[in-house]
């Protein structure tokens, strides 16, 4: 099982940017790919984007395409969101989940994940 803590979540302005941060304990990080989803009020939770466990392919949310990357550094158990030109409506709480025994491959659905972070909130005004 992996442990996720997610932070950096803020408010913030449109056109701003913002990076999100999520530390993950447990042995099996750097054989997991990791996602990002969000959930604003009212809403389904969203798949954000996704990275494979060795960093090198990343997959991205139509809404998102263009404006958000996603990044790891396997030494420091942690997965990064760097959020671009935000917009109002990527208000959400965003969390990040992990899918241990699927390293290789970046999968959109909820179900494909086993572990879960708490969230961290981004609030963009206009």
């Known amino acids: 099982q992996v442990q996720l803590v997610e932070s950096g979540g803020g408010l913030v302005l449109a056109g701003d940017s913002l990076r999100l941060s999520c530390v993950a304990s447990?042995?099996?990080?750097?054989?997991?790919?990791m996602g990002w989803f969000r959930q604003a009020p009212g809403k389904e939770r969203e798949f954000v984007g996704g990275?494979?466990?060795?960093?090198?392919?990343?997959v991205y949310g139509d809404s998102v395409k263009g404006r958000f990357t996603i990044s790891r550094d396997n030494a420091k158990n942690t997965v990064y969101l760097q959020m671009n030109r935000l917009k109002p409506e990527d208000t959400a709480a965003y969390y990040c989940?992990?899918?241990?025994?699927?390293?290789?491959?970046?999968?959109?659905?909820?179900?494909?994940?086993?572990?879960w972070g708490q969230g961290t909130q981004v609030t963009v005004s206009s």
């Open positions: 990275i494979t466990s060795d960093g090198g392919y990343g």
């Open positions: 989940a992990a899918r241990p025994l699927g390293g290789a491959v970046v999968r959109t659905e909820q179900r494909a994940y086993a572990d």
């Open positions: 447990g042995r099996t990080f750097s054989s997991s790919a």
